[in-house]
């Protein structure tokens, strides 16, 4: 048999009860409210290349398919907001998946240094069109193994550099540092020298569909689900991301990894 409790003491577990309860509802609320906010920017996101297409076949079928001059442009147009809501479409997958912990985080090995390359390979073509610079920062090239998983590794870096080369200057550089931080961690770091992004942004870059700049970014034709994504991989792997950035001077964007011992083949 318990022994009775005080009246003091009653009245004490009533409150923390009642406090307890306040907190979850408040939870729930918020819950609510990221879904409510989340489905009015999908619809937002999807309505205007939608309705771009239909501008432009409603024109079209209206007599503008006999306009040698508009017919070619117009369904360029139609096809490049398509692609646009193909990739919407794409992005929105990979963070459902990622949020529902459908696909497991496999780690393996290997040479950041390298993955980073890959990368850059992959971008050299854009980058050399606007004659942005790819470098790693001077004394940070020497090999450093970690372990993650490697093709979600991969997406954050695209996304982080895509971003770079999308948002930076034309004639700009965009440099990737690799730090040891201590004998377990990792340190990778993407900097540009665009246009940065101002304080007040900064607190919420990583939500998705936040942009610091609404009408830039989706002229520039990005999804506003890039740094959500990357955020997402980073946390599935136990680790953090960050951004530093300063108005006119540049962006930069780093996050942490494991650090792994080379494999004994490599000694
Ligand atoms: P988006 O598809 O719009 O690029 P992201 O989630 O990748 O979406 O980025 C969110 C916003 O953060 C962008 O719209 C842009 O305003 C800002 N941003 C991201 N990277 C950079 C960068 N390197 N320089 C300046 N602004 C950036």
Same mark, same amino acid.
């Given at each position: 048999?318990?022994?009775?409790?005080?009246?003091?003491?009653?009245?004490?577990?009533?409150?923390?009860?009642?406090?307890?309860?306040?907190?979850?509802?408040?939870?729930?609320?918020?819950?609510? +409210?990221?879904?409510?906010?989340? %489905?009015?920017?999908?619809?937002?996101?999807?309505?205007?290349?939608?309705?771009? *297409?239909?501008?432009?076949?409603?024109?079209?079928? $209206?007599?503008?398919?006999?306009?040698? /001059?508009?017919?070619?442009?117009? %369904?360029?147009?139609?096809?490049?907001?398509? @692609?646009?809501?193909?990739?919407?479409?794409?992005? %929105?997958?990979?963070?459902?998946?990622?949020?529902?912990?459908?696909?497991?985080?496999?780690?393996?090995?290997?040479?950041?240094? @390298?993955?980073?390359?890959?990368?850059?390979?992959?971008?050299?073509?854009?980058? +050399?069109?606007?004659?942005?610079?790819? %470098?790693?920062? &001077?004394?940070?090239?020497?090999?450093?193994?970690? =372990?993650?998983?490697?093709?979600?590794?991969?997406? *954050?870096?695209? /996304?982080?550099?895509?971003?770079?080369?999308?948002?930076?200057?034309?004639?700009?550089?965009?440099?990737?540092?690799?730090?040891?931080?201590?004998?377990?961690?990792?340190?990778?770091?993407?900097? @540009?020298?665009?246009?940065?992004?101002?304080?007040? =942004?900064?607190?919420?870059?990583?939500?998705?569909?936040?942009?610091?700049?609404?009408?830039?970014?989706?002229?520039?034709?990005?999804?506003?689900?890039?740094?959500?994504?990357?955020?997402?991989?980073?946390?599935? =792997? $136990?680790?953090?991301?960050?951004?530093?950035?300063?108005?006119?001077? $540049?962006?930069?964007? $780093?996050?942490?990894?494991? &650090?792994?011992?080379?494999?004994?083949?490599?000694?």
């Amino acid at each position: 048999i318990l022994p009775q409790k005080s009246i003091e003491e009653v009245s004490e577990d009533v409150e923390k009860w009642a406090k307890q309860r306040k907190e979850e509802i408040e939870v729930l609320q918020n819950n609510e +409210k990221f879904r409510k906010e989340f %489905l009015m920017n999908l619809a937002h996101e999807l309505r205007t290349p939608i309705f771009s *297409v239909q501008g432009y076949v409603d024109t079209l079928l $209206g007599g503008a398919l006999e306009d040698e /001059n508009v017919n070619r442009k117009f %369904l360029s147009n139609a096809s490049k907001s398509i @692609d646009r809501l193909v990739r919407l479409v794409d992005d %929105l997958d990979e963070i459902s998946k990622l949020e529902s912990g459908k696909i497991p985080i496999i780690q393996e090995s290997f040479v950041i240094q @390298d993955l980073i390359s890959d990368v850059y390979e992959e971008f050299s073509l854009k980058a +050399k069109e606007r004659n942005i610079e790819l %470098l790693f920062k &001077k004394g940070t090239e020497r090999p450093i193994w970690v =372990h993650a998983d490697m093709p979600k590794i991969k997406q *954050v870096l695209v /996304n982080l550099i895509e971003n770079a080369i999308k948002y930076g200057n034309d004639n700009g550089t965009i440099t990737s540092g690799c730090y040891v931080v201590d004998d377990k961690s990792i340190y990778v770091e993407i900097s @540009d020298n665009g246009p940065g992004i101002a304080e007040e =942004h900064l607190p919420r870059i990583f939500e998705r569909f936040y942009r610091a700049d609404r009408s830039r970014a989706r002229a520039i034709g990005g999804t506003g689900l890039g740094l959500a994504i990357v955020k997402h991989i980073v946390e599935a =792997h $136990g680790q953090t991301v960050n951004v530093r950035s300063k108005p006119g001077v $540049g962006s930069s964007f $780093g996050f942490t990894l494991d &650090k792994s011992d080379a494999p004994q083949r490599f000694i």
